[in-house]
């Protein structure tokens, strides 16, 4: 599907095991699907056991937690209970901000 600028683009797993594969022609498909599962499965764990999980210069995830309350039935205005819940929290690195930022089209160059 082509690009349609001012539109967002989404990049899907399968994407980024594609683009990696084609920047690493050393490595093979299916050696770079294992790395990119082990890692992203490795960051899943360990939120799951309540860590920080920190990438210098990318960002940092963690898990926030929310507390019980009372919600409201948007359709009846009724009072619901809402349990607590445990959220998946990313906050972007130093590095990743200013490239992100840069207004000159640099930011294109370094990925």
Known sequence: MPHV???PVSMIKSELVQR???HNP???QRDVENIV???LDEIVAAL????RVE???FGAFSVKHRP???GRNP???AHVPVDQKSVPFFKTGKEMRERLNRDDGASEAGA
Do not use: F, K, M, Q
Not at 48 to 51: H, L, M, S
């Open 5 to 7: 600028p001012g539109s």
């Open 20 to 22: 990696i594969a084609e």
């Open 26 to 28: 050393h490595l093979y």
């Open 37 to 39: 599962n082990a890692i």
């Open 48 to 51: 799951a056991r309540g860590d």
């Open 55 to 57: 990438l210098r210069g």
């Open 68 to 70: 019980a309350r009372a």
């Open 75 to 77: 359709r009846t205005g």
